[in-house]
């Protein structure tokens, strides 16, 4: 079945930055949105990026604005969330995830955790002061 599995997390300092890669397998998400949420103890799954199924364009949540971004390599059946200059804040499990709803520019992608049907295991970024 299909399987989205994050990589990448760590320990890091405030100011420092992380590439998290998620691949996947069981099947193609070419045709996918892909996104990426983060959770941190107590609160609600956030929703942090996602991209369209080419890639040409991307929505960012505006906690990280400016500091992420996500892109995706379609013959790799990856996608990637770039961070750079991470903060205290962001600390939490970071979540890659596809929705199967279909893509229309007028809708555009979604934003809600419910939205998404795939999920991977995600992957602690802990970032210190």
């Known amino acids: 079945q299909a399987q989205l599995v994050e990589s990448g997390g760590g320990l890091v300092r405030a100011g420092d930055s992380l590439r998290l890669t998620c691949t996947a397998s069981g099947r193609s998400f070419v045709s996918n949105v892909m996104g990426w949420f983060r959770q941190a103890p107590g609160k609600e799954r956030e929703f942090i990026a996602a991209t369209t199924p080419s890639g040409d364009s991307s929505s960012i949540a505006a906690a990280v604005q400016g500091r992420f971004a996500i892109t995706r390599d379609s013959a790799k059946n990856a996608v990637y969330l770039s961070m750079n200059n991470l903060h205290p804040e962001d600390t939490a499990v970071y979540y890659c995830?596809?929705?199967?709803?279909?893509?229309?520019?007028?809708?555009?992608?979604?934003?809600?955790?419910?939205?998404?049907?795939?999920w991977g295991q995600g992957t602690q970024v802990t970032v210190s002061s």
């Open positions: 995830a596809a929705s199967e709803i279909p893509f229309t520019h007028r809708v555009g992608v979604p934003f809600r955790a419910h939205e998404y049907n795939f």
